[in-house]
């Protein structure tokens, strides 16, 4: 949190996020089932996990 009670960092994680998921999740419900079927067991980063949802859907 900022100073003046904001969340700059929340904002900035989000709008990475939604940039990611945006190139590889939108539109593509099978990518988006791969990315929650890998969810359980993914151990690297929720940006990773977007990115690589993405790829192995095709």
């Known amino acids: 949190m900022t100073q003046d ?5 929340d904002e900035a994680y ?3 996020l ?6 590889y999740l939108a539109g ?10 890998m969810l359980p067991a ?7 996990l977007v990115s690589s949802a993405g790829l192995a859907a095709g």
């Not at 990518?31 to 079927?37: D, G, P």
Request: avoid cysteine; glycine fraction near 12%; hydrophobic fraction near 40%.
């Open 28 to 37: 593509r419900p099978e990518a988006w089932a791969l990315a929650l079927t």
């Open 42 to 48: 993914f151990e690297g980063t929720v940006p990773e």
């Open 5 to 9: 009670g904001g969340h700059s960092g």
């Open 14 to 16: 989000r709008a990475e």
């Open 18 to 23: 939604s940039a990611l998921v945006r190139k």
